[in-house]
C-alpha cells in the first residue's frame, strides 16, 4: 500500500491483534513510582503487575507526546514515500492530537508529495480499537486512505463503551468526583455507570448499588444499543478482575446470544490510571452514542 494505517497504545489494541494485523501502534508515555514508561501494551509491565502497583499505593500519572517526538516518528515513513493515516484517541482527552497534527503539517513543508489524514475518533481504549480494526479491514481489501478516513469520520459515533469502576476513590484522586460524594458512594455500595460520550469524554450517566447490578446494566445496554450482532465486533476489557469480566461475557451471551466468542481483554494504563483496578467495560459497534 501507498500509505502506513497507524493508532497510538490509548486504544488499548491487544498487542497479539498489533502483531498479527502489522499495525504499528505508538506508544503513549506514563510515569509510574516516579519513572516514565511507554504503554506498550503490556510488554514491559504486564498489566496485572501495573494494578497490584496501584493497589499497594502507587498513582501512576499520564503525559502526552510532544510535537518533536511525532516528527521523530513520522519523518521516516515520509522520506520512505508513504502517506500517513492515523487513527487516533479522543482529542477531548488529551493535547497530544494537537502536537501531531503539528507535526505531520511541518513535515508537510518538508515532503510536499506526501499526504497524510488524522481521524479523530473521540474514543479511547477499546471502542478505539474496535474502529481501528474495521478500517484494518478495508485497508487489507485495497480501499484508499480517503475511503477508510472518510468511513470511521461517519461512524465513530457508533463505537460505544459502558463502563463501570469497583473502588471510586481512584475517580476522586483524579478529581473526577468529589470526596464527600465518593465516601458517600462507598458507604452505599454505590458503582457508577459512565460512558464515552458524543463529545469524546468519559461522562456518569447513572449509578446502581453493587457489582452485580453493575454488570446487568451494561449487559442490558449492550443488547439495547446494538443494531446487528455480526457487526458489533463487541469487546469486554477490564483493570485485573477476570472473574467479573467472565460474568459479564456470560450475561451479554444470555441476552444476545448472536454476539458469540466475546474477547476479553485488558484496560491499559491511560484509563487504569484513572479509573483503577476492577473497571470494567463492554464496548461494541451499534448505535450512535446516547449522549
Not at 496485572?48 to 516528527?71: F, H, I, Q, W
Request: hydrophobic content about 40%; overall charge negative; aromatic content about 8%.
Amino acid at each position: 500500500m501507498s500509505y502506513i494505517l497507524m493508532t497510538d497504545s490509548d486504544s488499548d489494541m491487544p498487542y497479539r491483534l498489533k502483531v498479527e494485523c502489522d499495525i504499528p501502534v505508538v506508544y503513549m508515555p506514563y510515569s509510574l513510582d516516579g519513572k516514565e514508561y511507554f504503554d506498550d501494551l503490556g510488554q514491559t509491565i504486564d498489566h496485572k503487575t501495573y494494578y497490584d502497583k496501584m493497589r499497594a499505593g502507587a498513582a501512576p500519572v499520564t503525559a502526552s507526546l510532544n510535537e518533536a517526538a511525532y516528527l521523530e516518528i513520522f519523518e521516516p515513513i515520509f522520506a520512505a514515500g508513504q502517506d500517513i493515516l492515523f487513527i487516533a484517541f479522543s482529542s477531548k482527552m488529551s493535547s497530544t492530537i494537537t502536537a501531531m497534527r503539528s507535526a505531520l503539517a511541518e513535515l508537510k513543508e518538508k515532503y510536499p508529495e506526501r499526504t497524510y489524514r488524522v481521524v479523530d475518533t473521540l474514543s479511547i481504549s477499546a471502542p478505539q480499537t474496535i474502529l481501528v480494526l474495521k478500517a484494518h479491514r478495508m485497508y487489507k481489501a485495497g480501499k484508499s486512505m480517503d475511503e477508510i478516513a472518510d468511513w470511521v469520520e461517519a461512524n465513530y459515533m457508533k463505537a460505544q463503551a459502558w463502563v463501570t469502576v469497583d473502588d471510586l476513590k481512584y475517580l476522586k484522586r483524579g478529581g473526577r468526583i468529589k470526596p464527600v460524594a465518593a465516601a458517600l458512594g462507598t458507604m452505599l455500595n454505590l458503582k457508577p455507570i459512565i460512558i464515552e460520550s458524543r463529545d469524546g469524554l468519559m461522562v456518569s450517566v447513572d449509578k446502581v448499588r453493587g457489582r452485580h447490578k453493575a454488570i446487568n446494566y451494561l449487559a442490558e445496554k449492550t443488547r439495547d444499543n446494538i443494531d446487528d450482532p455480526a457487526e458489533a465486533d463487541a469487546i469486554i476489557v477490564h483493570a485485573d478482575d477476570p472473574e467479573d469480566a467472565k460474568l459479564l461475557k456470560d450475561r451479554l451471551l444470555e441476552l444476545v446470544p448472536a454476539l458469540g466468542d466475546i474477547p476479553i481483554e485488558n484496560v491499559g494504563p491511560v484509563i487504569g490510571a484513572h479509573c483503577g483496578p476492577g473497571t470494567l467495560a463492554i464496548c461494541f459497534f451499534g448505535k450512535e452514542r446516547p449522549q
